[in-house]
Nanobody, 121 residues
Framework: QVQLVESGGGLVQAGGSLRLSCAVSGRTFSAGAMGWFRQAPGKEREFVATITWTGSSTKYADSVKGRFTISRDNAKNTVYLQMDSLKPEDTAVYYC??????????????WGQGTQVTVSS
């Protein structure tokens, strides 16, 4: 079975930084990429960033480009999301997922449980 476990969330002041980690275990069933998504209260889950397992191609949502960096460590089976210059509007539950190299959440089929990120003003 595939398991994705996020960690690293917490409370941070605006302008601060957090690094989220997603530990992957089990086979990903040919999933070509890992992605980060987030969901704020009352809103739809939205794309944040994605990275391929090979080649390290990346895509970012316009709202986080230049502030967030997605990376991976294949030897550790871990994907990271470095979040800098955090804003209150970044507050959400952040989820990691395995699937296709896409901005569409529908193309990801394995999901973690999520980790809360709260940015205070």
């Amino acid at each position: 079975q595939v398991q994705l476990v996020e960690s690293g969330g917490g409370l941070v002041q605006a302008g601060g930084s957090l690094r989220l980690s997603c530990a992957v275990s089990g086979r990903t069933f040919s999933a070509g990429a890992m992605g980060w998504f987030r969901q704020a209260p009352g809103k739809e889950r939205e794309f944040v960033a994605t990275i391929t397992w090979t080649g390290s191609s990346t895509k970012y949502a316009d709202s986080v480009k230049g502030r967030f960096t997605i990376s991976r460590d294949n030897a550790k089976n871990t994907v990271y999301l470095q979040m800098d210059s955090l804003k209150p509007e970044d507050t959400a539950v952040y989820y990691c997922a395995a699937g296709s190299y896409s901005i569409r959440k529908e193309l990801y089929y394995y999901w973690g449980q999520g980790t809360q990120v709260t940015v205070s003003s």
